[in-house]
């Protein structure tokens, strides 16, 4: 009766770890949540790009928005929104102070981008700094140069240093950094362009800049960020040598129609 008794208690105590195992490879690493909230949120940027296109605004405004200098300063967005949205997924694996003090890292970091994306929105509407940076290229992209310097310390001091701090790794904030070299190299090109950019004031629109540069370019606030952009669960897997082809329709975790298969009956 004892024998049986441990038996039966070996036996739950396995299939308890049997379950946590498959719990536990089933949920997605920091690293795989990161990448996938990539992919959806590089699409959903697509999209938009694509609405703009089919919009009717001024050239100019157009050439403005697809400049490599704006493009890079998207991507650092996209960087910086995404590694929020993996963190928000991941949250219930850290202390609710370690989680404060990523969100409050992030929120500074993107008040001043979205500032500094302010600053760039006057610099191209308005006439006279236009001129301004006609006469004095040079002192236009070394400020440029020295204020996105400033963008790139303050971040690896609060962002990226609080997120490796959390996560034990500085690998996961290191995409955004890499983008803000990459626009620091792009100030003197991005000047160019200011100097010979020609456009009908009557024409340039502020609400068309409010709606697709700065709603379109700016740092989502943190609560804007769904943690469900970074779901952390694996989509699971099925091995079709056990279905037949009766099929039904669902949604994956992130949305999209897929065909599931019903399991053969023995």
């Known amino acids: 009766m004892r024998n049986q008794f441990l038996q039966t208690t070996l036996l739950l105590l396995a299939l308890c770890l049997s379950s946590t195992l498959s ?17 959806i949120m590089s699409t959903s940027d697509e999209q938009a790009a694509t609405t703009r296109r089919q919009a009717k605004l001024d050239a100019a405004l157009v050439g403005f928005l697809e400049t490599d200098f704006m493009t890079k300063f ?3 967005r996209l960087e910086a929104e995404s590694l929020a949205a993996t963190f928000k997924a991941h949250q219930m694996d850290f202390q609710a102070s ?14 001043k981008f979205n500032l500094k994306l302010r600053d760039i929105k006057y610099d191209f509407l308005n ?8 006469k004095y290229p040079d ?43 990459g626009i620091i190299k ?62 039904e329709h669902g949604l994956n975790p992130f949305g999209e129609t897929k065909t599931k298969k019903k399991k053969k009956k023995n």
């Open 74 to 76: 998207k991507e650092i």
């Open 98 to 111: 370690e989680v404060t003090k990523v969100r409050k890292s992030y929120t500074a970091i993107a008040n």
């Open 139 to 181: 002192m236009y992209s070394g400020n440029l140069e020295n204020s996105l310097r400033e963008l790139q310390d303050e971040y690896s001091q609060t962002f990226e240093r609080d997120v490796a701090d959390v996560t034990g790794s500085d690998t996961y904030a290191a995409g955004p950094l890499v983008a803000i070299f």
């Open 23 to 39: 719990l536990a490879q089933e949920k997605m690493s920091f690293e795989e949540t990161l990448f996938n909230v990539k992919e």
């Open 186 to 247: 792009l100030a003197v090109e991005f000047t160019d362009y200011l100097t010979r950019v020609r456009y009908d004031a009557r024409r340039m629109k502020e609400e068309h800049l409010d709606m697709y540069l700065i709603e379109a370019f700016s740092f989502r606030p943190w609560d804007d960020i769904m943690a469900s952009e970074g779901n952390t669960e694996k989509p699971y897997e099925e091995e079709e040598e056990y279905y037949d082809e009766e099929e």
């Open 127 to 134: 006439k006279k700094k236009l001129n301004m940076i006609r």
